[in-house]
């Protein structure tokens, strides 16, 4: 009964093939598998934005194959509205859980938090595995309910009720398909609570001798802020979604009205609220934007700052406005439901708050601008794509302006307004973090550089070919063309119809752009040049470790940190940074000055 | 000894540990200095007590969840119907204080025992076994209100009330019941001789806390139902 015996259970490098690469205890390996996932998901999100946009731009137009997914939705590869909308949620849901939330959050923070604050793994192997696996279930799940009777749910990946709780009666997909879906969700909430259980005390506990919390890289301070997010955020997403297959299975009635009648037919429930699942979805739904969008802030941040080779101006105030995003973020979900019949005196109340969350946004962006003004910024993939993200989140951040008003808000509700604002800020804008990302740290993931070239015609495909496609949204939005409609049939929608064909060509044309890096991943993966342990000369612990790293992260030792995370634009025998490991002690440019 | 040309300029590297801006970040103690892996895990907190902070957060937002889902759904509808709780349920709330006794009075065993003080009159595992009871005692006595209310007609699809009652009553006996299996695990461990300190304290929190739980829920209940 002593504390020697606390860590000799942790685990030892594994020998089998299935204790390596598939039921691996190894962070390392558990973040690849999540970003593996998330590949996957966001491969068959775009395929599903692509049949959409062209029948949105093409409606009698048959997509060769399409009928071989369903058995209803698609006769003749022409889709139904009914298959239009089963392909949008998925769509949605697709994208916002399995790929913006897992490969930001789950894949590099599990491959580099813990190498990054000075750590040998997570503190909880064992719950790590599961956590991983968990949301693969759940993926599989979601899979799933389209090879059901009628398919997936219709709902939206919002899944509003009454419609998420009356059953079949509701349309293709509504019985089976939402619970599927549901369990689905509920599964990747325990994925992702069982992270924050890991990622939280790996960040806390687990710091090596001399990192303190200020000497955290802006990156690990992202993850840990989005896991204490998502801890808040997915314990309540998880029962809301508990109630709902009880709806289905168990004949409660939590959020279907009552004598609602739907299809000619009276539903058995009685009494339930609709209001409620939107108030216990969005006090997920809009913490759940920013766990997509504040691990790419950390991203970004991290790769300018290596290669603006300076940190940034203030490196106190970029993690205070990401802790000011994550509260604030939970008192605005209510401008999501300005005309939902809530109390108007409580739409003001969330609007309040919802402008002053634009000042942290703010002021991130006005760090990154007057950090980039005047550095001799190294331009590779990395770098780019994070001007990228700058740019995308700003656009779309712009927007968000305007629909933070209730006023403004009841014209551009549910109009395309609101798709291209979201899929700017959020979609395009974490994609970009996830891409860049990718290309700043696959030399220590894999061990082998990516092909720059590839990189940078990949960048100016996809920046270009994003605003062709989102910017068009808002000037639909603007001339009242509403969301969610598989066909344009109204009059004043059809001089807006040469606009959709145009967007259509463009997701064509970028999503294709995106093989590029497929091509370039799995290229680089097996044949790429080797990398150096450090190719970008960067400061931070994950450049001290061998390339790739091995197993316990530091080979046998934990390192000690001596400096601030960012120490660029010194004299130091190595150049002009000096790594947080090292003892030198440097002299810093504008110390002379 | 070789002469070293390029030495870069050193310093004592102490005093650059001290320089993190946050005066000392809780960080890991490093035993020995030169950093051995094994050695060093050896001499670490471990971080269980941080992470059961983490799941007893989780418990409480979920619950937060439930709980408003209750007052949301009592207010705007009409076919709510109050009923009165099964008086068993009072009686396992004594079983679940009891055994947080028990559970402390282990704990307290445990502690001196490791703190190298002789027992004081039976093994701290008897306490355990008895918490491990009454827990069980708890879980069987809300099976035995649920087949009350079942033999009265209500169902969880009667009425919003008894959806509630059998919806918290349930998740919180899961919650128990995984209370239990860390009881289990605990007595297993400290069988082997191979328990932490560290184990025993997280198991307690966790337990207390449904005990805690509980007393909100049948507050909540009483109140609402």
């Known amino acids: ?593 | 000894m070789a002469t070293t040309i390029h030495q870069p300029p050193q310093i004592d590297p102490q005093s650059l540990l001290d320089q993190g801006r946050s005066g000392n970040g809780g960080w890991r103690n490093l035993v020995p200095a030169d950093g051995d892996l094994r050695v060093a895990l050896d001499h670490s907190p471990p971080p269980s007590s941080t992470a059961i902070y983490v799941v007893l957060f989780a418990i409480t937002m979920m619950f937060a969840a439930f709980t408003s889902a209750l007052i949301v759904r009592k207010g705007s509808s009409l076919d709510w119907q109050t009923f009165t709780l099964p008086s068993i349920l009072y009686f396992n709330t004594l079983l679940l204080l009891a055994s947080s006794v028990t559970l402390e009075v282990s704990r307290r065993r445990v502690a001196a025992l490791m703190g190298g003080l002789k027992s004081q009159g039976g093994s701290p595992a008897r306490w355990l076994y008895i918490t491990l009871f009454l827990g069980l005692l708890f879980v069987g006595g809300q099976y035995v209100a649920w087949s009350q209310l079942r033999a009265e007609g209500l169902y969880l699809a009667t009425n919003p009330s008894s959806s509630f009652f059998y919806l918290l009553t349930a998740t919180h006996a899961l919650h128990v019941l995984g209370g239990l299996g860390g009881l289990v695990y605990v007595i297993r461990k400290l069988s082997k001789s191979a328990l932490l300190r560290s184990q025993l304290v997280a198991t307690a929190r966790y337990w207390h806390f449904m005990g805690i739980l509980w007393l909100y829920l049948l507050l909540l209940l009483w109140m609402k139902l």
């Open chain 1, 1 to 593: 009964m002593h504390d020697v015996a606390a860590h000799a259970a942790h685990h030892a490098p594994p020998t089998s093939f299935i204790r390596k690469y598939v039921f691996s205890l190894d962070h390392k390996v558990i973040g690849k598998q999540y970003y593996a996932l998330a590949l996957v998901a966001a491969l068959v999100g775009m395929a599903l934005s692509w049949f959409m946009r062209i029948h949105l731009a093409w409606t009698n137009a048959a997509i060769p194959g399409l009928q071989l997914l369903t058995k209803n939705g698609a006769p003749g590869g022409v889709m139904t509205p009914e298959y239009y909308l089963q392909l949008m949620t998925m769509h949605g849901t697709i994208m916002v859980f399995f790929v913006l939330t897992t490969a930001p959050f789950a894949a590099f923070g599990n491959f580099f938090l813990p190498i990054q604050v000075g750590a040998e793994d997570m503190p909880f192997p064992r719950f790590n595995m599961m956590s991983f696996w968990v949301t693969f279930t759940g993926f599989v799940v979601l899979m799933a309910s389209f090879f059901t009777g009628d398919g997936p749910t219709l709902g939206g990946w919002t899944q509003y009720a009454p419609l998420n709780a009356v059953g079949p009666v509701g349309g293709p997909g509504q019985g089976l398909g939402v619970i599927l879906w549901a369990a689905s969700i509920a599964l990747f909430c325990v994925g992702q609570l069982l992270g924050s259980l890991n990622f939280i005390p790996t960040t806390l506990d687990l710091r090596a001798k001399g990192m303190s919390l200020m000497r955290l890289p802006l990156s690990a301070w992202a993850w840990f802020i989005t896991s204490c997010m998502g801890l808040t955020a997915f314990a309540v997403l998880m029962p809301a979604c508990i109630l709902v297959i009880l709806d289905h299975v168990a004949g409660t009635s939590f959020f279907v009205a009552s004598n609602l009648v739907m299809n000619d037919q009276l539903l058995p429930h009685s009494g339930g609220s609709t209001l409620l699942w939107q108030h216990l979805f969005w006090f997920f739904g809009h913490p759940e934007v920013y766990i997509a969008i504040v691990p790419g802030i950390g991203i970004v941040s991290h790769i300018l700052i290596t290669n603006m080779r300076k940190p940034m101006l203030s490196h106190r105030v970029l993690i205070y406005s990401m802790g000011a995003l994550a509260v604030l973020s939970y008192m605005v979900y209510g401008h999501h439901m300005f005309v939902s019949g809530m109390n108007p005196f409580s739409s003001l109340a969330f609007s309040f708050p919802t402008l002053v969350i634009t000042i942290p946004s703010t002021i991130v962006v006005l760090i990154w601008t007057f950090s980039l003004y005047g550095s001799k910024l190294r331009i590779n993939s990395a770098s780019l794509f994070a001007l990228g993200f700058i740019s995308m989140f700003v656009s779309g951040g712009v927007s968000g302006f305007f629909l933070a008003q209730p006023s403004i808000d009841i014209m551009l509700h549910a109009t395309y307004f609101v798709v291209g604002h979201f899929h700017l800020v959020m979609g395009v804008a974490a994609m970009f973090g996830i891409f860049g990302g990718t290309y700043f740290w696959f030399p220590k993931m894999a061990g082998r550089m990516m092909d720059e070239t590839l990189g940078k015609i990949h960048f100016w495909l996809s920046f270009v070919g994003a605003y062709c496609i989102f910017m068009p949204f808002h000037y639909l939005g603007m001339a009242g063309n509403v969301r969610r409609y598989s066909t344009f049939v109204d009059d004043f929608l059809q001089p807006l119809i040469p606009v959709h064909r145009f967007i259509t060509v463009a997701a064509l044309i970028t999503g294709a752009a995106q093989l590029i890096f497929l091509y370039n991943l799995i290229h680089s993966r097996f044949w790429g040049k080797p990398a150096p342990d450090n190719p970008w000369e960067a400061t931070s612990l994950e450049w001290s470790t061998p390339t790739p790293p091995p197993w316990d992260n530091f080979g046998g030792k934990l390192p000690v940190v001596y400096h601030d995370p960012y120490q660029y634009g010194v004299q130091s025998s190595v150049g002009d940074y000096v790594m947080q490991t090292s003892p030198e002690q440097v002299k810093k440019e504008h110390d002379e000055k």
